[in-house]
């Protein structure tokens, strides 16, 4: 069965994923502390979890909607025979809908305590180490997306010199979003 | 608290839980016994081990009351085994509520109780064992204390004192004088000196107290060191030991005249008994008894928590699509002629594998399977209770105990069945002069019958009483604008008898602690819905009233119908599902806004899952109408197309989607799809709700069917 392997090749990648001890992470050059994030893509936006946050990324298989469920609920999927809630990230931020399928769309998923959910993001891209000084904390985002976010990642800014126009990760806070 | 914690405090009330079962079957052959004249020693020696055993786990597990509760229970049983009080009902009684209070401080300690009443019950062990036992139940009266001072400890420090005096740890009480600046570290001195050798029960400010500047302390304090090196620690400050009282006036004989509720004056003096070494001499032979019991009872069982069962029934949920997986590209295979002899080898290794397969969840399924004769134990419990509350005579038969259903069922029908004894009790059967008035015998008869049929269990709780008078039924729901005038008219008696499962029927203005609680039969109804059961009423007045129970097997695995609606595809359990039928579009009229067709004379209101669910699908001619069916409510469900018959495991949706109503949950169907469960009761509820006042509508069936 297809999802099965999907499964099993999934859990395998997400091995490689497995979050390092926090202390393993301060570079060995500076006493600086650098934070591991999981890049991804949602309509257009970069943006990041923190890479302990997620457990696991799932290729997007079929989901079964939910009526009834909130608009951000796109639906349940079963992994590994556990129901698993999927919700939108796109929805959940505010932003377009996603239509249709991607092959390029994944589930993270991701421990809110008493739940694994599932978040359906565009695109994984990477995964970010960035220094406590490239990171920026989130007064200056807009009023709809300030509740989620933590700070916004600039990889490479260290040292004070922002690159205007340069690259920017919006730093999502997974207690806050799962809440 | 942490796994290890949990996994200990599990097993503790695993274990308790057995006993107390064990000591209120004992009891009951022990309530029969006597009324027959002849209670079986033995018996009372079982209950006696049981309790000590229960004291002694409890006291190693830290639960305070639970041991407190059962010490008074052994001291009762010792007592009675020893002949000092008599086998009475009045003896029976305060071991029934003691057997009661020990289940509830269980209910407790599993978070399922909040507050359990001991007081009441060590007023009626107290009054039972009169003056004789004063000193066995309140080990302070063995001190002279102040009374005073008695009246303004906390119930922390009262237990603390009781703990100690009950060990006969000598009790001191010490005048300190602090000066007010400095009362705090002084005082924090004196307790880290005294904390090693002794325990501060309270301190007090003093009557005769204080100075300007200062303050004087009365201390109470227990302590096995000796006088003399209390007196080093604690400097110049006045300490007396508290004086205890005369032992042989203690635990003096009552006069035989005036000691009420069965007992009887002592043969024999006990003083020695419950003093000194004599008590650890009689003890010892007891608890190798005991321990002998307990382990012989591990070595046969083995106690497992039901989500390691329910981990299996995933498993086994997982093979089933595996299973299927297989039978798939068997069917491609079947294609291929060039393949035939290995597709034939694999046909026989894949029907193989569904033997053991169906064996394997046999065998799971069989695990959780427990006899409701536990169950009906603790009714009958209820009922003599019960009975002796209303002053009746009852006599309950049980039939059937060995019947059994899943673990997770029998858990949620307590309350249900304890429910309908209560009513039985309290409304069914007449009293006793009624009863004789009408030439029934002068003891009332509830049966308590258990079978199995099919897939299901069937339970039935049933009084030789006085029926339920429809009239007065009748009046009631109108009074209570349940239904009007005009649409009662239309109702024959049996149906009208069904009202009484209506929501707001039973009121608050006849709760007692006896029969409703105010709870109504609708609960009992909506609860036996949610496990998938159904309760139906029969009644003849004068002759008795039966209620129905017919509730699946397991809920691990059950039967459901899948079914489409546009895109989307639903299962929902058949042991709801009546029948389905193909929708005639003429068919359907409209009243009071309701779509209702007439199914065999009858009319039943039918809704549209994809309007009901708002799927978008647009609404379509041609359809199927399942028509599902709780008890007495029915209703038909609008569906696109029927996929047919499998057997499902239902799990869970996450808490996420809690709030969302109309789903009992999800099964994976095997062929990668995931579909919602129907929870049928909510959907019943939901959409029938509309129609709890029947008022306006005359309809025949929804006046009996419908409301909800």
């Known amino acids: 069965m297809t999802q099965r392997s999907n499964d099993g090749s ?15 992470l301060a570079s060995p050059r500076t006493t600086e502390a650098t934070y591991e994030f999981l890049a991804f893509e949602v309509s257009g936006d970069r943006m990041g979890l923190p890479l302990g946050s997620v457990k696991e990324i799932l290729k997007l298989a079929p989901i ?30 505010g932003m377009v809908p996603p239509r249709g399928a991607s092959r390029s769309a994944r589930i993270l998923l991701v421990d809110r305590g008493h739940e694994i959910l599932g978040l359906r993001v565009d695109a994984v891209t990477e995964v970010l180490r960035l220094r406590a000084s490239e990171i920026e904390p989130a007064d200056a985002i807009g009023a709809g997306l300030a509740e989620h976010v933590t700070g916004l990642g600039r990889p490479n800014s260290a040292g004070g010199n922002v690159v205007s126009g340069g690259e920017v990760i919006v730093l999502l806070d997974p207690v806050a979003l799962l809440r | 608290m942490s796994d290890e914690a949990d996994r200990v405090r599990d097993e503790f009330l695993a274990e308790s839980q057995e006993i107390v079962e064990s000591l209120s079957r004992d009891l009951l052959l022990l309530d029969h016994g006597q009324k027959h004249g002849r209670a079986d020693p033995d018996l009372v020696n079982s209950v006696f081990r049981g309790v000590h055993t229960l ?76 003056a004789t036992a004063a000193p066995v139940t309140d080990p302070l009266a063995a001190y002279d204390l102040d009374p005073s001072m008695l009246g303004v400890l906390t119930e922390y420090e009262e237990h603390r004192l009781r703990t100690n005096a009950e060990m006969r740890v000598p009790l001191y009480r010490l005048r300190v004088r602090f000066a007010l600046s400095s009362i705090d570290t002084d005082l924090d001195g004196l307790k880290s000196r005294l904390k090693p050798v002794a325990e501060i029960i309270t301190y007090l400010p003093s009557v005769e107290s204080s100075g300007d500047d200062t303050i004087e302390l009365e201390v109470l304090l227990a302590s096995a060191t000796p006088l003399s090196d209390l007196r080093q620690l604690v400097g110049d400050a006045p300490i007396d030991a508290i004086a205890t009282r ?15 509720g069965g007992m009887v004056a002592p043969s024999v003096a006990p003083p020695a008994m419950r003093t000194g070494e004599g008590e650890g001499r009689d003890l010892a032979p007891r608890d190798a008894g005991a321990e002998a019991i307990a382990v012989r009872a591990v070595a046969k069982t083995v106690r497992v928590d039901i989500s390691k069962l329910d981990h299996l029934m995933n498993v086994i949920g997982e093979l089933g699509i595996v299973r299927s997986a297989v039978g798939r590209v068997l069917d491609r295979l079947g294609a291929r002629s060039d393949l035939r002899p290995i597709t034939a080898e694999l046909h026989r ?7 053991h397969l169906e064996a394997l969840q046999d065998g799971v399924l069989d695990v959780r399977m427990v006899p409701l004769g536990q169950t009906f134990d603790r009714l009958a ?17 049980v039939n059937g105990g060995d019947t059994e259903i899943d673990k997770l069922i029998v858990e949620e029908l307590i309350d249900p069945l304890l429910h309908l004894i209560r009513n039985a009790v309290g409304h069914g059967i007449e009293s006793r002069d009624q009863r004789a008035r009408i030439g029934k015998d002068p003891t009332g008869i509830i049966a308590l019958n258990a079978y199995q049929k099919g897939n299901h269990v069937v339970i039935e709780v ?70 998938g059961g159904v309760i139906d ?76 669910f708002r799927t978008g699908d647009p609404p379509r001619q041609r359809g199927y109408v399942v028509v599902t069916s709780l008890g007495q409510r029915r209703l038909g469900i609008v569906v696109d197309a029927l996929e047919g018959q499998q057997d499902i495991v239902t799990k869970a949706l996450g808490p996420s989607l809690a709030s969302v109503r109309g789903f009992a949950g999800a099964t994976d169907l095997g062929d990668q799809r995931v579909v919602l469960v129907l929870d049928a009761p909510s959907l019943l509820d939901e959409v029938l709700s509309a129609d709890t006042r029947v008022a306006s509508s005359s309809s025949h069936d929804l006046a009996r069917g419908g409301p909800s």
């Open chain 2, 246 to 260: 005369d032992r042989p006036s203690r635990t003096m004989p009552p006069p035989p005249a005036g000691s009420g």
């Open chain 2, 462 to 531: 049933e009084d030789d009483g006085a029926g339920i008078d429809a009239q007065r039924v009748l009046a009631r729901a109108v009074e209570r604008k349940l239904l009007d005038i005009q649409s009662a008219r239309d109702l024959d008696d049996q149906e009208i008898k069904q009202l009484v499962f209506l929501p707001g029927f039973s009121t608050a203005d006849e709760v007692t602690d006896l029969s409703g609680r105010g709870v109504g039969l609708d609960v009992v109804r909506t609860n036996i819905g949610r496990l």
């Open chain 1, 10 to 24: 999934l859990s395998s990648s997400s091995s490689s994923l497995a979050p390092a001890p926090r202390a393993a």
């Open chain 2, 537 to 612: 009423l029969h009644s003849t007045t004068g002759i008795g009233t039966k209620f129905t129970l017919t509730l699946p097997i397991t809920l691990a695995i059950l039967s459901a119908l899948v079914m489409r609606v546009g895109n989307h595809t639903f299962a929902i359990p058949l042991t709801v599902v009546q029948e389905a039928l193909f929708l005639d579009p003429n068919a359907i009229r409209v009243v009071d806004g309701r779509e209702m067709i007439t199914l065999r004379g009858q009319s039943l209101p039918v809704v549209r899952l994809a309007e009901l």
């Open chain 2, 55 to 130: 004291k002694g786990i409890a006291g190693m597990f830290g639960y305070r009351e639970l041991s407190e509760i059962a010490h008074v229970l052994e001291d009762l049983l010792d007592h009675l085994r020893l002949g000092r009080v008599q086998l009475a009902q009045s003896s029976l009684d305060v071991l029934f509520e003691g057997v009661e209070v020990l289940q509830r401080l269980l209910g407790a300690i599993r978070g399922e109780v909040h507050e359990v009443d001991i007081a009441s019950f060590r007023r009626s062990a107290t009054a039972l064992f009169g």
């Open chain 2, 381 to 397: 419990r209820a009922v003599r209770q019960v009975a002796r509350e209303h002053e009746k005579e009852v006599r309950l038969v």
């Open chain 2, 349 to 355: 290794i894949h029907r193989s594998f569904e033997r």
């Open chain 1, 64 to 93: 079964t909607p939910v009526p009834r469920a909130p608009g951000e609920v796109l639906g349940i999927l079963s992994v590994r025979g556990r129901i698993t809630t999927v919700i939108c990230l796109r929805t959940k931020l």
